[in-house]
T-cell receptor, first 111, second 114 residues
């Protein structure tokens, strides 16, 4: 079945450094790739998404890149701040209604 | 205010006692879905619905039922709960029947089955 692998499971960076989280997916029909941020005790919220006809998308300090050939996509956060500390989930969706999430990455930004 | 509302937020129950977790959205969204969140496993989809009377299994549907009789409501039913269903449950919705778009999540329902 469809699968999304996310790495690393935990990531610790110094404030101001960059953070990169990577995901690979198995379903070659996947065409929508969102990223969600979940702060402690809160619900997940969308931070950025990309569709299969685009290779890269940026929104201020965050960017997502997609490599359809290799079936992987990545989240890049630049100039990290303590409020970026959270759990981040990638996800992939194909032509069905299923949205498959990765296992999550706990990002800690140390002041 | 646009929102997804789940009830109850917290529940402790015993094995075998049927329970229903309600989910309601006021955004006229076609797509609704249930997820469970467990440490190290991320968010796993239980069931989803692309529109009224249309439901389908996600990755972990065993032990759960759903119904979509009205557009705004998508209850999750545990007919005979077991301890392995202890988890944090999220309901979510988005516009468009395919579910391609921002998912709006409820606040979550923490269920403990003893």
């Amino acid at each position: 079945g469809e699968n999304v692998e996310q790495h690393p499971s935990t990531l610790s960076v110094q404030e101001g450094d960059s953070a990169v989280i990577k995901c690979t997916y198995s379903d070659s029909a996947s065409n929508y790739f969102p990223w969600y941020k979940q702060e402690l005790g809160k619900r997940p919220q969308l931070i950025i998404d990309i569709r299969s006809n685009v290779g890269e998308k940026k929104d201020q300090r965050i960017a997502v890149t997609l490599n359809k050939t290799a079936k992987h996509f990545s989240l890049h956060i630049t100039e990290t701040q303590p409020e970026d500390s959270a759990v981040y989930f990638c996800a992939a969706k194909g032509n069905t209604g299923k949205l498959i999430f990765g296992q999550g990455t706990t990002l800690q930004v140390k002041p | 205010e646009a929102q997804v509302t789940q009830n109850p937020r917290y529940l402790i129950t015993v094995t075998g006692k049927k329970l229903t977790v309600t989910c309601s959205q006021n955004m006229n969204h076609e797509y609704m879905s249930w997820y469970r969140q467990d440490p190290g496993l991320g968010l796993r989809q239980i069931y989803y619905s692309m529109n009224v009377e249309v439901t389908d299994k996600g990755d972990v549907p065993e032990g759960y039922k759903v119904s979509r009789k009205e557009k705004r409501n998508f209850p999750l039913i545990l007919e005979s709960p077991s301890p392995n269903q202890t988890s944090l449950y999220f309901c979510a919705s988005t516009t468009g029947g395919l579910g391609t778009g921002e998912l709006f999540f409820g606040e979550g329902s923490r269920l403990t089955v003893l």
